[in-house]
């Protein structure tokens, strides 16, 4: 089953992202189940991938943050000689993982420990994007003026706007 978005496209304005994220998702037919991973939300603003990918180390593993993706990658490096295998129980084929990273989010880190691998991600919200609280005046109605609006003029003095130009007249 597939989904046509075309119409969506033509009429919001301003989405998209959304609108990007919905199509790329349609157009994916096979999500990858390797490596196992959690998300955790660790903090109010800070969250915790874990994957679990051993066999791997850390010089076998890429993580790239492109275009609000991040993509982790994994790279089996040569397999030491480990005599005649009986049986093969642990994955070590390479895999590719994305994740799609929601705006003012950031990769803050990575480390592994165990055959863990676990991304520290923190969403950071600008201050121009916060909520900001409007404080409500009483009493007589104030005109409230735009920082973009151009200063007003001081108000002159009647002598000022007679002679606007008194070192002319004292020549």
Same mark, same amino acid.
């Given at each position: 089953?597939?989904?046509?978005?075309?119409?969506?496209?033509?009429?919001?304005?301003?989405?998209?992202?959304?609108? =990007?994220?919905?199509?790329?998702?349609?157009?994916? &037919?096979?999500?990858?189940?390797?490596?196992?991973?959690?998300?955790?939300?660790?903090? @109010?603003?800070?969250?915790?991938?874990?994957?679990?990918?051993?066999?791997?180390?850390?010089?076998?593993?890429?993580?790239?943050? =492109?275009?609000?993706?991040?993509?982790? +990658?994994?790279?089996? +490096?040569?397999?030491? @000689?480990?005599?005649?295998?009986? $049986?093969?129980?642990?994955?070590?084929?390479?895999?590719?993982?994305?994740?799609?990273?929601?705006? $003012?989010?950031?990769?803050?880190?990575?480390?592994?420990?165990?055959?863990?691998?676990?991304?520290?991600?923190? =969403?950071?919200?600008?201050? &121009?994007?916060?909520?900001?609280?409007?404080?409500? $005046?009483?009493?007589?109605?104030?005109?409230?003026? +735009?920082?973009?609006?151009?200063?007003?003029?001081?108000?002159?003095?009647? =002598?000022?706007?007679? @002679?606007?130009?008194?070192? &002319?007249?004292?020549?």
């Amino acid at each position: 089953m597939s989904y046509d978005f075309a119409p969506l496209f033509r009429t919001a304005i301003g989405f998209d992202r959304l609108a =990007q994220v919905m199509d790329t998702a349609s157009r994916s &037919a096979a999500t990858p189940s390797y490596p196992p991973y959690d998300i955790a939300k660790t903090d @109010n603003d800070s969250y915790a991938l874990t994957m679990a990918v051993a066999g791997f180390g850390p010089d076998d593993i890429e993580l790239v943050v =492109q275009d609000n993706t991040l993509i982790v +990658s994994g790279r089996v +490096s040569d397999p030491q @000689n480990e005599g005649e295998i009986l $049986h093969r129980g642990i994955a070590r084929r390479a895999f590719e993982r994305r994740f799609a990273l929601a705006d $003012h989010v950031e990769v803050t880190g990575a480390d592994m420990n165990n055959g863990l691998l676990r991304i520290s991600v923190r =969403q950071i919200v600008p201050e &121009a994007l916060k909520p900001r609280r409007i404080p409500v $005046h009483s009493g007589p109605q104030t005109e409230l003026v +735009s920082k973009t609006e151009a200063p007003v003029p001081a108000q002159t003095s009647p =002598q000022t706007q007679a @002679n606007p130009h008194p070192t &002319a007249a004292a020549a």
